[in-house]
């Protein structure tokens, strides 16, 4: 009889105090779950910016600058007068005049290129000057038409300068980036020019010829193309 009774003894249950300790494990558990789910969310996006990061880098930007305007050589200058612009407010003065923190000269490239290397009668030469900071910090290089110059030679004989017969030439300050390239195209016309734009008898014929590209007091390495 006695071994019957405690067989038939209903089970004890848990007491509070260890249904609280389980709820305790169980949050704790839950909460370290939830920590790994934003550590491995935050990990993943990090890896994509570092990605992205060096996508960017690596990545060699490229700009097309405007190019001088020439006039043929002989050719009398334009007599219209541009209009006279409206007068500029003390924070548009102001800022207009501030000296841009300019590149130093070790740090600008300036390459030459033609886009083909022979040219047949007729054909027009394009000439591109490139224009490159290989430094390792962003900053402000004058790009403008008033510092560019496209110059074809054959030997010793000067042959043609963009700055002979160019109308107007205007600064151009812009911030390039390290590794960023910035290009100016002309196109030559394959006529003489002379200091002053007065007027040339004779054109280029057909030889070899050299293209240098200056930016300032930049020139670039010579670069030759043939004229059939």
Known sequence: ??????????????????????????GILVLLVLIGLVAGISAAVNMLRGDDSASATETTEEATLPGPDSQQPGAAPAGTAAPTPPAASPAATASA???????????VGVSATTDALSYTAGVAP?????????????????????????????????????????????DLFKTIKPNTVETA????????????????????????????????????????????
């Open 1 to 26: 009889m006695v071994g019957n009774e405690t067989s038939n003894r209903a089970p004890e249950r848990p007491s509070a105090a260890v249904y609280r300790r389980r709820r305790i494990v169980a």
């Open 97 to 107: 005049t501030a000296a841009p923190a300019l590149c130093p000269p070790a740090s």
């Open 126 to 170: 394009m000439l591109t000057m490139t224009v490159t900071n290989t430094g390792a910090e962003a900053c402000d290089v004058n790009v403008g038409t008033s510092q560019m110059e496209f110059i074809i030679t054959s030997g010793s004989d000067r042959i043609f300068s963009s700055a002979d017969c160019q109308q107007a030439g205007e």
């Open 185 to 228: 195209k002309f196109s030559w016309d394959r006529q003489r020019s002379a200091p002053g734009c007065s007027e040339v008898a004779s054109n280029p014929n057909p030889g070899t010829y050299s293209f240098t590209a200056r930016l300032g007091n930049i020139s670039s390495e010579r670069t030759t193309f043939e004229l059939e």
